[in-house]
């Protein structure tokens, strides 16, 4: 019996913690244009990954979630119709140690910024360099400012 009246004011507080935080309001600061988690072969065709997708003018900014299984190298070009852009991303790891344990993590190094001068479809193309085993989520990401 003690047991269930433990349990209940836990249970109301995890469900009050979890629609509180879904319920948050996005950054306004920012906006997704494009996103793509590259976590199977079955997404590269001849070892890349192509899309196109619609972009304003305005300027934008990568942002990768990487793991220690990435691709040492992500080559991403963006082409459009007055829109060049290239760049080979490189994984990074660095350790923290706590005292008690120590932990990686993984960020992606680069000029991951760049501006459009006027809106128009572009052509994503990654290569991850031969590593379509490994995951990583790439986001291009609006600066509303």
Known sequence: MNKKILIIPIVIAVVIIVVNFSLETPNEKNSNVFHITLASPDLYYDGVYTNTFHIDEGEYYFRFVPNGSSPKILSVILNGQSFDFSEDFKLENTIHQTGVSEYF?????????????????????????????????????????
Request: hydrophobic share 40%; proline share 2%; no cysteine.
């Open 105 to 145: 993590t993984w960020n992606y190094n680069g000029n991951d910024v760049f501006s459009i001068l006027e809106k128009q479809e572009i052509l994503i193309i990654i290569n991850p360099n031969g590593n379509i085993m490994g995951s990583v989520s790439v986001d291009i990401i609006k600066n509303l400012k």
